[in-house]
């Protein structure tokens, strides 16, 4: 059963504008989401985070929501830029278990086009 | 070499052949993980070695054999795969599994390998 989902398997905007990439989750036990990006040929890189004490967490032109009574975060990206384009993969983690397990979503290919 | 590394990149197999994957992290952290990637699937978490010790295997077929010699390189071993078995083979390390304190250590992912299994 997966526990994290991402529903658009791709976007596309235009540069300069917003992009938004949805993710939701069914698991209430999970309190630390991850963003990731990744590049063809290469392995995700860590791209943002939010505790679940926060609603919102902004480095530069990213920025993640967490809804928790929804169980949906998103990453907005503003302004879009081609070097954007990439898969994005939401992750989500239970940081109370010794595990140290990750789930991810399927990813949403974004594409920036000038 | 920094990061994370693996060999190799592309990997073409016969369902009877042997393999193994390789790889190697340069970042002197103590976890390591094989996730795998199929075609329109999330990443699926295999294995998890903590200090060299597998602390999870996440109903893997036996197919599949990891080895972790040290806490710098694991191995996925590969026999008698099936063509479903064909995907991206990510393999990440982090400092520790960090966890149960309220903690989280990032992930660091190597580019991975392309397996096709004919």
């Known amino acids: 059963d997966q526990q994290v989902k991402q529903n658009s398997p791709s976007l596309s905007v235009q540069e300069g504008r917003i992009s938004i990439l949805n993710c939701d989750y069914t698991n209430s036990m999970f309190d630390y989401f991850l963003w990731y990006k990744k590049y063809p040929a290469e392995g995700p890189t860590f791209l943002i985070s939010?505790?679940?004490?926060?609603d919102k967490n902004e480095d530069g032109r990213f920025t993640v929501f967490l809804n928790k009574s929804a169980k949906h975060l998103s990453l907005h990206i503003v302004p879009s830029q081609p070097g954007d384009s990439a898969v994005y993969f939401c992750?989500?983690?239970?940081?109370?278990?010794?595990?140290?397990?990750?789930?991810f979503g399927r990813g949403t290919q974004l594409t920036v086009w000038p | 070499e920094t990061g994370v590394t693996q060999t190799p990149r592309h990997l073409v197999m016969g369902m009877t052949n042997k393999k193994s994957l390789k790889c190697e992290q340069h970042l002197g952290h103590n976890a390591m993980y094989w996730y795998k990637q199929s075609a329109k699937k999330p990443l699926e978490l295999m294995f998890v070695?903590?200090?060299?010790?597998?602390?999870e295997n996440n109903s893997v077929p036996s197919r599949f054999s990891p080895e972790c010699p040290n806490s710098s390189h694991l191995f996925l071993h590969l026999h008698t795969l099936q063509p479903e078995d064909s995907a991206l083979y990510l393999c990440?390390?982090?400092?520790?599994?960090?966890?149960?304190?309220?903690?989280?250590?990032?992930?660091?992912f190597g580019p991975g390998t392309r397996l096709t299994v004919l």
């Open positions: 070695y903590n200090f060299k010790e597998q602390t």
């Open positions: 992750a989500a983690i239970w940081r109370g278990s010794t595990l140290g397990r990750l789930y």
């Open positions: 939010i505790s679940s004490i926060k």
């Open positions: 990440a390390s982090s400092q520790d599994l960090g966890g149960g304190l309220g903690s989280y250590n990032e992930q660091f």
